[in-house]
């Protein structure tokens, strides 16, 4: 049996780390949630909650990877057996149920770079960009084809293992991300008009805060940084032992909410300088936002880094979620790094398959209403926080002590906090979570 790899350095880990937490949740997602829920109340709260639980989690996470050295499914066996390793299944499962679905979503960025340099999204009126969306998600070869192209882009990643694959690439990717993000940003509080939105994003409004908001924003915490779906356990596995975690889990968890805010500062500006409404929901992004870029001077450019910008973090999320599933390939079945991301990405496709087509192409792939890709979605709202439920609890009633000990690296490494995180991790987290799985099932 091959040594298990290790990261080749913190830099490298942090990057791969924080950009399986940065993704489309964060620069698709986090902007019409708070243009959803009143701007700055949310976002204070958001940023409450990602401090009072979120980054203990992560820290869990983590330390759970690094003191087995294996994936999800055999951490959990290794630390306590019984039951227990269930956790781990569900975080593969989940983390595969994911991937499906992202990938024909992440597809939609490729196909949006392509229309925005062909001109298609040149458009000023809102209901010709609808059209130009509805007709392209419902051409099912188109749909699958872009599916096919992001999974491609994943596989030739993972196949690469940790080192030359995943690492080599976070290197690369994410301060890419940075730097198109913050020249996105630069242009969007430059716009004319631009403060309005400034001022809905940045002053709270606490009037609008209601159960939903809370809701909401625990929901956003806690899907953002990619918890309870076994990726941060599996990257945290590749960790040295001589890793300090508590350091390491800030950097990704101030990385990937930093991405969050930015996001809200490169959108919502712009669509109050255009007199548009923050509170699109996910029509905000294929449908608001390319009518903002096409008033915008040299609109077509910076729709074209925009689009670009979600593609790479698509592809850094989806990246690790594949290799969630690679690494209990590889660990558990012994197949090579190889085959365990041939089967991966094939199965993966046959599940995505039906969400691609079931956004118009197929109607019989639409009941109760909704599409096959917006039940798959519906599914991982609850398995994702049933998974970081029971995760939470292992590591507060279970672990205690013995992961505490894994975090200060047997006392070598400063915690000051450990008891406070314990406390979390014990009844602050899993109420939080509790609170969001109960709201997805009512």
């Not at 050295?69 to 057996?81: H, S, W, Y």
């Not at 419902?138 to 030739?156: E, I």
């Not at 625990?218 to 599996?234: C, E, V, Y």
């Not at 973090?313 to 197949?335: F, M």
């Amino acid at each position: 049996m091959q040594s298990r790899e290790n990261w080749g350095s913190r830099f490298g880990f942090v990057m791969a780390a924080a950009g399986s937490a940065v993704g489309l949740g964060n620069i698709w997602k986090f902007p019409y949630v708070t243009g959803e829920n009143g701007g700055g109340a949310f976002l204070i709260l958001y940023l409450a909650f990602i401090l009072i639980f979120g980054l203990s989690l992560v820290i869990a996470e983590m330390a759970i990877g690094r003191m087995t050295q294996k994936n999800p499914v055999g951490a959990f066996r290794t630390l306590a057996g019984g039951a227990w390793p269930l956790i781990g299944y569900l975080g593969v499962a989940t983390g595969f149920i994911i991937l499906s679905f992202y990938i024909v979503i992440a597809g939609w960025t490729v196909a949006y770079m392509v229309f925005m340099l062909s001109g298609h999204l040149a458009s000023t009126d809102s209901a010709q960009i609808a059209e130009v969306f509805t007709g392209y998600i419902g051409n099912g070869a188109w749909s699958v084809t872009t599916a096919v192209l992001f999974m491609l882009a994943c596989c030739a990643v993972v196949v690469g293992g940790i080192g030359r694959g995943i690492e080599r690439a976070s290197r690369l990717l994410m301060p890419t991300l940075f730097v198109m993000l913050l020249i996105l940003v630069v242009r969007a509080v430059t716009l004319e008009g631009a403060g309005e939105g400034l001022a809905f994003y940045l002053k709270p409004d606490f009037s609008k805060v209601t159960g939903a908001t809370f809701t909401a924003a625990i929901g956003q915490a806690f899907f953002s940084l990619s918890l309870g779906m076994g990726a941060l356990i599996t990257y945290g596995s590749y960790l040295s032992r001589s890793e300090r975690l508590p350091g390491a889990a800030f950097m990704v968890v101030g990385l990937d909410t930093l991405v969050a805010v930015l996001a809200g500062f490169m959108i919502l500006p712009a669509v109050f300088a255009y007199a548009l409404d923050p509170a699109a929901g996910p029509g905000l992004t294929f449908i608001t936002l390319p009518v903002v870029f096409a008033q915008m001077p040299a609109g077509t450019l910076f729709g074209f880094v925009f689009f670009a910008l979600l593609f790479v973090a698509a592809l850094t999320s989806a990246v690790s979620l594949l290799e969630v599933v690679v690494a209990y390939l590889v660990d558990e079945k012994q197949l090579s790094r190889a085959r365990a991301v041939t089967w991966s990405a094939m199965i993966c496709l046959a599940l995505g398959i039906p969400s691609a087509l079931s956004q118009g192409a197929v109607d019989s792939l639409v009941f109760g209403g909704q599409s096959f890709l917006d039940w798959a979605a519906q599914l991982t709202d609850i398995l994702l926080p049933l998974g970081g439920l029971l995760t939470a609890l292992f590591v507060g009633w279970v672990m205690g002590p013995r992961l505490v000990r894994e975090i200060t690296n047997d006392g070598d490494v400063a915690f000051p906090l450990a008891g406070v995180w314990l406390f979390v991790c014990r009844f602050i987290a899993p109420l939080g979570i509790a609170w969001v799985l109960i709201a997805g099932l009512i």
